[in-house]
């Protein structure tokens, strides 16, 4: 059997030493866990009611020193030490309860087949503009099963990734989109902000969570930069995975639950592996694991995102082959 993907900890505490997490745990310097197979460690290191969240440092594992900013609502995600945790004082915790109720808002913005056409429009003349930059490229010479079962892109398409980006001025945002999506999309709002924008594109609608933060769509960040973005983005996947000869690819998806598995909350975005075998450790779980699946599907170029092969981000600390695809509400898992 080949080595593990992802690192754990073989010898880590039984639950019976936790606590299910709650607003009463969110105090600075508390320590705790993620709800994983792995049970990965944390600290939290910031409470903020003014906007509705709370920051976690990550203690171990391919992510050890990243900071997740995520929604209160998420503390449920987590579990914290019985015996060291500290409880926040009542007034606080009426503090995130009044945070956690004004932000619990749904936000629904739905698809204008007008603005997806417009929209296809302008990522099919961006194709062209990629043709042109992948020219010199010899698809003869890029074995992509090879780079799938190492799970590590190519330099040259990162090279020439990072180049589009610089000249349309969006590498920015090109960093700070792509280093969310390895670490957590659900950290801080940006990859929210980019979602919102998506769906008023029409091309995947957006369900969740009202903005907390005021500064989501300000400055560098503004809904007319993030739409220069996706389309540039969506246009070089897709260009680029057509140039090496590809209408469709094949992607995998693992999953394992505590309990009975449940149907996916509604999403913009969805990560997949071309790696069968990154899915099925996901598929393992770990030593709780109740129920699992694994999936496998057919994928058409137009709806992929960005991918490993050309993004430099996604083979660094984390190497899983990922994709991320425009969500299709329609067929359910992919």
């Given amino acids: 059997m080949g080595a593990a993907i992802y690192r754990s900890d073989p010898d880590a505490a039984r639950d019976s030493g936790f606590a299910p997490g709650e607003l009463r745990h969110l105090v600075v310097g508390n320590r705790g866990r993620l709800l994983d197979a792995r049970r990965t460690p944390v600290t939290v290191t910031s409470v903020s009611p003014g906007t509705g969240a709370f920051e976690v440092e990550i203690g171990a594992f391919e992510d050890s020193g990243a900071r997740w900013e995520l929604p209160l609502q998420d503390i449920n995600r987590f579990q914290f030490a019985l015996t060291t945790s500290r409880a926040a004082s009542p007034g606080a915790i009426a503090a995130l309860e009044r945070s956690a109720a004004r932000f619990d808002r749904e936000l629904v913005v739905e698809c204008d087949p007008e603005a997806r056409a417009e929209t296809l429009r302008r990522i099919a003349a961006e194709r062209q503009t990629v043709k042109k930059q992948l020219g010199a490229q010899d698809p003869d010479q890029l074995d992509v099963a090879q780079q799938i079962a190492q ?70 960040t ?4 993030r739409t220069e973005h996706l389309i540039a983005r969506l246009a070089f996947a897709q260009e680029l995975w057509a140039s090496l000869g590809y209408e469709s690819v094949v992607l995998y998806r693992g999953m394992a639950a505590e309990g009975p598995l449940r149907a996916l909350a509604p999403s913009s975005f969805l990560s997949a592996t071309f790696s069968r075998e990154v899915a099925t450790e996901h598929f393992e779980g770990g030593p709780a694991t109740k129920s699992a699946a694994l999936w496998r599907q057919d994928v058409p170029v137009s709806r992929l995102v960005m991918t490993f092969l050309e993004t430099r981000g996604m083979s660094s600390r984390f190497k899983e082959a990922e994709a991320v695809l425009l969500a299709e509400p329609r067929t359910g898992v992919f």
């Avoid at 398409?157 to 980006?165: E, G, S």
């Avoid at 792509?178 to 950290?187: D, I």
């Avoid at 503004?222 to 930069?225: E, F, N, Q």
């Fill in 222 to 225: 503004s809904k007319s930069r």
């Fill in 151 to 220: 799970r590590v892109g190519r330099q040259s398409l990162f090279a020439l990734l990072d180049a589009a980006m610089a000249a349309r001025g969006l590498a920015d945002l090109d960093e700070l989109f792509t280093a969310a999506f390895v670490s957590n999309p659900r950290s801080g709002e940006f990859v929210k902000g980019h979602a919102i924008v998506l769906a008023e594109l029409g091309l995947s609608p957006y369900r969740g969570q009202v903005v907390r933060n005021p500064t989501v769509f300000a400055g560098s």
